[in-house]
């Protein structure tokens, strides 16, 4: 079985992976990837270096500038998206082909909506928070400022169609332990279904019934 791991930046999808893999289950990170690919794939930094002079010293990315490049400006964006999702997608082929063994595995991809990786999976949890707890987590780290964030956010699906398209909703706002407790009753819940015969098509309304019984659970800590 597929679950697809997502959640908008702030969220806590980091903190939720690291709780799968506690359990021993197998957490593809499509960031980790990219940032892999940045590293080690030659071929895929000479086409940044073609592709955005500047951004590439010494066979190195730059991967301030090549953010500067590419941040709110959309076609840049889609130029470096074409560059690094097919190697991202292969990756991923390949980390489900070796995991085959595992009765789950988890697929931990920020924009898993937007990207319609959605519907390779047999299932979608998505991580939320209060607004309030979102903006103090993202805005700890280094060089990120309110104005940064809010144009982070608009290239992100909102956090509430997030979570009407979502099979499970975790909140990671109030507590790990929470967070925990929430994530073994999703497997738990797993391990009772039927296995899965290929990808399930998985659709809205389903997750909008998820989406409404979760909810009423959480509508007391502002999500």
């Not at 939720?16 to 960031?31: M, W």
């Not at 595995?105 to 309030?132: H, N, S, W, Y």
């Not at 805005?139 to 608009?154: D, E, F, K, N, S």
Request: hydrophobic share 45%; proline share 8%.
């Amino acid at each position: 079985m597929i679950l697809g791991l997502t959640g908008s930046i702030g969220m806590g999808k980091s903190a939720t992976a690291a709780i799968f893999r506690q359990f021993g289950l197998p957490v593809q990170d499509a960031d980790a990837e990219v940032h892999r690919l940045l590293r080690e794939d030659k071929a895929a930094i000479r086409a940044i270096a073609e592709a955005f002079p500047g951004t590439v010293e010494d066979g190195r990315v730059l991967r301030p500038k090549l953010g500067a490049a590419v941040f709110n400006n959309p076609p840049a964006l889609r130029r470096l998206e074409a560059i690094l999702h097919p190697r991202v997608s292969a990756a991923r082929s390949l980390f489900l082909k070796r995991n085959a063994r595992h009765w789950l595995v988890v697929l931990d991809i920020p924009l898993l909506f937007e990207t319609g990786i959605d519907k390779q999976c047999d299932r979608v949890m998505v991580v939320t928070a209060p607004t309030q707890v979102q903006a103090a987590r993202v805005l700890r780290r280094p060089g990120m400022t309110p104005a940064r964030l809010q144009a982070i956010r608009v290239q992100q699906w909102p956090d509430l169609a997030k979570r009407r398209q979502a099979d499970y909703i975790i909140p990671t706002g109030l507590g790990r332990a929470v967070t925990r407790r929430e994530v073994m009753q999703v497997l738990r819940a797993l391990r009772r279904a039927p296995p899965p015969v290929g990808p399930l098509l998985r659709s809205p309304p389903a997750g909008r019934r998820a989406y409404a019984r979760n909810l009423s659970r959480y509508r007391n800590h502002r999500l």
